[in-house]
């Protein structure tokens, strides 16, 4: 019996091993071996194994993008967190009912389309119809002005996406925190604001770490959002090789950079999934 239903485990775990071969591992290895291919005039490329383009990639040019790329998707982490540890903590005290529509709300967000996002908040930054009209409305400005294009609205428009995120990974967390931690620390007299920091984010300091690797790695492959709301100095690597592949037609350059992108998500992935290992109780 004990056989029977090993052997049905091994046809099970087929399929989704023949899914991750022909829709991963395949197009990996491809991607790998474009990226030591040399580039020839008029877009094409032949086999000649070569590490130039990725010796061009850690130029000082490219290096900066890489580097921005990074600290933009850190950047972004560390306010969603800072953002949604406190408002997932406060979610998760209110009642059952009075946390559906929030939840609702987030699960709404989730459902837009970058490209919905990406031209919603460059209405709301924009000179004419933005938010610096009713802030001239009210006196607090003397003339409109315009915020996009610009890095704060490229922040602001990827903060938006990934909020929703880390608060529904957060979430599960902070609803199974027992609640008798802040309260002692309120008892010893704590306020509930140095309560939450000394004593709760510390319990879910594992957890805190996997939802700031997550959104990073989210981050990391922002398309859209740099080009509607920023400028060329602002472009993430994403764009990078987007641009590198069709308009400069260099799939080689471009595949290497996949490639840096591809390991290094993968390597944060992998730290995300110790870390949860680690968490686990034994």
Not at 28 to 36: C, D, N, P
Not at 142 to 154: I, L, Q, S
Not at 248 to 258: D, G, L, T
């Amino acid at each position: 019996m004990s056989r029977a239903a090993s052997g049905d485990s091994r046809w099970v775990l087929l399929f989704p091993a023949l899914m991750l071969l022909a829709f991963f591992v395949v197009p990996f290895g491809l991607m790998i071996a474009v990226s030591l291919f040399q580039r020839v005039q008029g877009g094409f490329y032949e086999p000649i194994v070569t590490t130039a383009n990725y010796a061009r990639f850690l130029s000082l040019f490219f290096g900066k993008i890489l580097l921005f790329s990074l600290g933009l998707s850190a950047l972004v982490a560390a306010i969603c967190i800072a953002v949604g540890a406190p408002f997932t903590y406060l979610l998760t005290r209110l009642k059952r009912r009075s946390q559906v529509p929030w939840l609702v709300a987030l699960l709404a967000v989730l459902s837009l389309s970058e490209v919905i996002i990406g031209f919603a908040w460059s209405t709301l930054l924009s000179r004419t119809a933005g938010i610096s009209n009713l802030l001239v409305a009210i006196a607090l400005m003397d003339a409109p002005v315009a915020w996009t294009p610009g890095f704060g609205a490229v922040l602001a428009g990827m903060v938006y996406q990934a909020l929703p995120y880390s608060v529904l990974v957060l979430y599960p967390s902070f609803s199974r925190l027992d609640p008798s931690l802040a309260e002692a620390a309120k008892t010893l007299g704590a306020s509930p604001v140095r309560a939450f920091l000394t004593v709760v984010l510390p319990a879910l300091r594992t957890t805190l770490i996997a939802t700031f690797i997550i959104v990073f790695v989210f981050a990391l492959g922002a398309y859209l959002l740099p080009q509607l709301l920023g400028r060329p100095e602002h472009w993430t690597l994403s764009v990078l090789i987007t641009d590198q592949a069709i308009y400069q037609s260099n799939m080689p350059f471009a595949a290497a950079m996949a490639v840096f992108l591809v390991v290094a998500s993968l390597l944060l992935v992998l730290l995300t999934t110790l870390l949860g290992r680690q968490g686990r109780p034994a």
